[in-house]
């Protein structure tokens, strides 16, 4: 219980005060993860009934920005702004620190809003499985993600990364893999793709620019995450 209380406690707004360092729940991750994503198909679906789609849509994505405290969001942001070309590591860090958004990361943070809003749109009837398996597949990859990187910094990205143990990446990480397969085979092995081949282009960036990764780097691969499985699954939808 105390490991499911730090998932909730790290992942959401909800108080859970016996849930201690977040890299104690992180293999509750992808279930914290799913139940969010299943809350938001059920809003979708339900909002839909007396609403616009575009507009039931986006009540399903605002509740995950403000369940979730934009905590991932303002990661992605963040990076954006401090991983620019050309600047230096040092730089890169001071940057991270900074809590104002500059162009780049107004830009990003636009753009997978958009992206998200439009892929809740479409999916209709598979709103609820179809972000659950998003939600929680992106949650899984943030772990495995900060279990392959080196962290940066002495911040919570360096407690959260220190703090994961093999067994329990490998655990979260099937997890992960697994929920996408629920919308059928072809479903799970784009979305595997997609989100490996996220997690490795951005270690193999973070590293090469920084030397390492931070927590925004790693709430912003799981926003990476989110979008590029929704749209493997509208992909598949469409052809």
């Not at 399903?60 to 620019?84: N, P």
């Amino acid at each position: 219980m105390g490991r499911f209380l730090a998932a909730v406690q790290f992942l959401t707004i909800v108080p859970a005060s016996r849930g201690g360092p977040p890299a104690r729940g992180a293999v509750f991750f992808p279930l914290v993860g799913a139940a969010l994503g299943a809350a938001a198909g059920g809003i979708r679906l339900l909002s839909a009934r007396v609403l616009p789609t575009s507009i039931a849509a986006l009540l399903a994505l605002s509740f995950l920005i403000l369940v979730t405290g934009a905590l991932h969001e303002d990661g992605l942001a963040d990076v954006f702004d401090a991983f620019r070309a050309g600047r230096t590591p040092e730089r890169i860090q001071a940057i991270l620190k900074d809590s104002r958004i500059g162009v780049y990361g107004a830009t990003a943070l636009f753009l997978t809003l958009l992206l998200r809003w439009q892929a809740i749109e479409f999916l209709d009837g598979g709103a609820i499985p179809v972000l659950a398996a998003a939600v929680g597949a992106s949650r899984g990859a943030m772990v495995v993600f900060a279990a392959i990187s080196r962290p940066l910094g002495d911040g919570l990205g360096k407690s959260f990364c220190m703090g994961l143990h093999p067994p329990l990446v490998i655990l979260t990480g099937l997890q992960a893999a697994a929920l996408p397969f629920l919308q059928g085979p072809m479903a799970g092995i784009a979305a595997l793709c997609g989100n490996g081949l996220a997690i490795a282009l951005a270690r193999s960036y973070f590293h090469r620019s920084a030397g390492g990764i931070t927590g925004d780097c790693v709430g912003a691969v799981g926003q990476i995450c989110e979008v590029a499985t929704l749209l493997a699954f509208l992909c598949l939808r469409f052809t």
